[in-house]
Protein backbone atom coordinates (compact mmCIF):
# COMPACT_ATOMS: atom_id res chain seq x y z
CA UNK A 1 0.00 0.00 0.00
CA UNK A 2 2.63 2.76 1.07
CA UNK A 3 4.65 2.28 -2.41
CA UNK A 4 1.79 3.60 -4.44
CA UNK A 5 1.34 5.88 -2.07
CA UNK A 6 4.88 6.89 -2.54
CA UNK A 7 4.70 7.67 -6.28
CA UNK A 8 1.42 8.95 -5.94
CA UNK A 9 2.59 11.67 -3.65
CA UNK A 10 5.69 12.51 -5.78
CA UNK A 11 2.92 12.63 -8.68
CA UNK A 12 0.69 15.37 -6.85
CA UNK A 13 4.57 17.13 -5.82
CA UNK A 14 5.37 18.10 -9.27
CA UNK A 15 1.36 18.71 -10.47
CA UNK A 16 1.47 20.89 -7.92
CA UNK A 17 4.52 22.56 -8.99
CA UNK A 18 3.70 22.59 -12.60
CA UNK A 19 0.05 24.05 -11.73
CA UNK A 20 1.60 26.84 -9.70
CA UNK A 21 4.42 27.70 -12.34
CA UNK A 22 1.05 27.35 -15.05
CA UNK A 23 -0.88 29.53 -12.90
CA UNK A 24 2.06 32.09 -12.30
CA UNK A 25 3.33 32.13 -16.08
CA UNK A 26 0.60 31.28 -18.32
CA UNK A 27 -2.55 32.65 -16.56
CA UNK A 28 -0.58 35.45 -15.02
CA UNK A 29 -2.20 34.48 -11.75
CA UNK A 30 1.03 34.88 -9.90
CA UNK A 31 -0.91 34.63 -6.59
CA UNK A 32 -2.54 31.41 -7.64
CA UNK A 33 0.87 29.88 -8.71
CA UNK A 34 2.34 31.06 -5.15
CA UNK A 35 -0.79 28.79 -3.54
CA UNK A 36 -0.17 26.27 -5.63
CA UNK A 37 3.48 26.02 -4.60
CA UNK A 38 2.96 26.80 -1.01
CA UNK A 39 0.86 23.53 -0.55
CA UNK A 40 3.60 21.24 -1.86
CA UNK A 41 4.70 20.46 1.80
CA UNK A 42 1.16 19.45 2.85
CA UNK A 43 1.88 16.49 0.04
CA UNK A 44 4.61 15.28 2.63
CA UNK A 45 2.24 15.48 5.42
CA UNK A 46 0.03 13.37 4.01
CA UNK A 47 2.88 10.42 3.17
CA UNK A 48 3.89 11.19 6.83
CA UNK A 49 0.75 10.63 8.36
CA UNK A 50 -0.38 7.66 6.11
CA UNK A 51 3.06 5.82 6.92
CA UNK A 52 2.69 6.43 10.67
CA UNK A 53 -0.85 5.01 10.63
CA UNK A 54 0.07 2.14 8.29
CA UNK A 55 2.62 1.17 10.88
CA UNK A 56 0.59 1.78 13.41
CA UNK A 57 -2.30 -0.52 12.45
CA UNK A 58 0.52 -3.74 12.32
CA UNK A 59 2.07 -3.03 9.04
CA UNK A 60 5.52 -4.03 9.45
CA UNK A 61 7.91 -2.02 8.65
CA UNK A 62 9.48 -2.51 4.59
CA UNK A 63 11.65 -0.62 2.29
CA UNK A 64 8.95 1.56 1.57
CA UNK A 65 8.22 2.80 4.96
CA UNK A 66 11.80 3.58 5.11
CA UNK A 67 11.32 5.25 1.43
CA UNK A 68 8.81 7.28 2.98
CA UNK A 69 11.02 9.10 5.43
CA UNK A 70 14.16 9.69 2.97
CA UNK A 71 11.12 10.89 0.35
CA UNK A 72 10.12 13.47 2.80
CA UNK A 73 13.62 14.49 4.30
CA UNK A 74 14.72 14.90 0.19
CA UNK A 75 11.76 17.03 -0.33
CA UNK A 76 12.31 18.95 2.53
CA UNK A 77 16.20 19.33 1.89
CA UNK A 78 15.71 19.74 -1.70
CA UNK A 79 12.27 20.94 -2.84
CA UNK A 80 12.47 25.05 -2.47
CA UNK A 81 15.92 24.21 -4.31
CA UNK A 82 13.89 21.92 -7.54
CA UNK A 83 11.07 24.40 -7.41
CA UNK A 84 13.30 27.36 -8.11
CA UNK A 85 14.95 25.38 -10.58
CA UNK A 86 12.06 24.78 -11.97
CA UNK A 87 10.36 28.45 -11.81
CA UNK A 88 13.66 30.34 -13.37
CA UNK A 89 13.46 27.95 -16.50
CA UNK A 90 9.48 28.84 -16.96
CA UNK A 91 10.11 32.26 -16.21
CA UNK A 92 12.82 32.13 -19.38
CA UNK A 93 10.79 29.97 -21.15
CA UNK A 94 7.88 31.87 -20.74
CA UNK A 95 7.57 35.07 -19.52
CA UNK A 96 10.82 36.75 -20.46
CA UNK A 97 12.97 36.13 -17.76
CA UNK A 98 16.78 35.80 -17.26
CA UNK A 99 18.36 32.88 -19.07
CA UNK A 100 18.97 30.78 -16.15
CA UNK A 101 23.01 30.56 -15.56
CA UNK A 102 24.88 27.29 -15.92
CA UNK A 103 25.92 25.91 -12.68
CA UNK A 104 30.42 26.11 -12.74
CA UNK A 105 32.05 22.99 -13.65
CA UNK A 106 35.24 24.25 -12.38
CA UNK A 107 37.46 25.18 -9.41
CA UNK A 108 36.18 26.70 -6.62
CA UNK A 109 32.82 28.19 -7.21
CA UNK A 110 32.72 23.50 -8.17
CA UNK A 111 33.50 23.15 -4.79
CA UNK A 112 31.54 25.54 -3.48
CA UNK A 113 28.39 24.02 -5.39
CA UNK A 114 29.37 20.54 -4.03
CA UNK A 115 29.87 21.51 -0.68
CA UNK A 116 26.49 22.98 -0.51
CA UNK A 117 24.88 19.58 -2.33
CA UNK A 118 26.32 17.64 0.34
CA UNK A 119 25.19 19.82 3.38
CA UNK A 120 21.54 19.67 1.68
CA UNK A 121 22.50 15.97 1.79
CA UNK A 122 22.88 15.87 5.48
CA UNK A 123 19.99 18.11 6.33
CA UNK A 124 17.53 15.54 4.27
CA UNK A 125 19.73 12.73 6.05
CA UNK A 126 18.87 14.23 9.48
CA UNK A 127 15.57 14.44 8.47
CA UNK A 128 14.47 11.41 7.06
CA UNK A 129 16.91 9.46 9.99
CA UNK A 130 14.89 11.04 12.37
CA UNK A 131 11.82 10.20 11.10
CA UNK A 132 13.11 6.22 10.48
CA UNK A 133 13.55 6.49 14.39
CA UNK A 134 10.42 8.23 15.61
CA UNK A 135 8.61 5.20 13.51
CA UNK A 136 10.86 2.87 15.41
CA UNK A 137 9.90 4.39 18.36
CA UNK A 138 6.40 4.82 17.71
CA UNK A 139 6.25 1.60 16.76
CA UNK A 140 7.95 0.16 19.41
CA UNK A 141 8.89 -3.52 18.15
CA UNK A 142 12.41 -4.25 16.80
CA UNK A 143 10.91 -6.80 14.73
CA UNK A 144 8.60 -5.02 13.46
CA UNK A 145 10.95 -2.41 12.90
CA UNK A 146 14.26 -3.82 11.95
CA UNK A 147 13.83 -2.72 8.06
CA UNK A 148 14.18 1.02 9.30
CA UNK A 149 17.20 0.60 11.18
CA UNK A 150 18.84 -0.89 8.51
CA UNK A 151 18.18 1.41 5.86
CA UNK A 152 18.99 4.17 8.18
CA UNK A 153 22.83 2.60 8.58
CA UNK A 154 22.98 2.05 4.45
CA UNK A 155 21.45 5.86 4.21
CA UNK A 156 24.70 6.94 6.97
CA UNK A 157 27.00 5.11 4.49
CA UNK A 158 25.63 6.45 1.41
CA UNK A 159 26.31 10.13 3.02
CA UNK A 160 29.85 9.50 4.04
CA UNK A 161 30.72 8.38 0.51
CA UNK A 162 28.71 11.22 -0.78
CA UNK A 163 30.91 13.79 1.96
CA UNK A 164 33.66 12.48 0.24
CA UNK A 165 33.43 12.82 -3.57
CA UNK A 166 31.77 16.02 -2.45
CA UNK A 167 34.67 17.56 -0.71
CA UNK A 168 37.28 16.00 -2.75
CA UNK A 169 36.74 18.84 -5.41
CA UNK A 170 37.38 21.57 -2.42
CA UNK A 171 41.31 19.63 -2.00
CA UNK A 172 41.73 18.57 -5.63
CA UNK A 173 39.82 21.47 -7.97
CA UNK A 174 38.43 20.30 -11.03
CA UNK A 175 40.41 22.59 -13.63
CA UNK A 176 39.19 23.53 -16.85
CA UNK A 177 40.70 21.25 -19.87
CA UNK A 178 41.93 24.53 -22.47
CA UNK A 179 43.27 22.14 -24.98
CA UNK A 180 40.29 22.09 -27.08
Excluded at 10 to 18: D, N, R, T
Excluded at 83 to 108: C, H, L, Q, T, V
Amino acid sequence: MIGWLIVACEIGFWVLVLAGLFARYMMRRPRLGGILLLLTPLVDLFLLAFTVIDMKNGAEAGVFHGLAAVYIGVTVAFGHRMIRWADERFAYRFAGGEKPRKASRYGSERARAERAGWYRHLLAWAIGTALMMGMILLVGNPEQTGTLLAQARIWTVVLAIDFIISFSYTIWPKKEDRRA
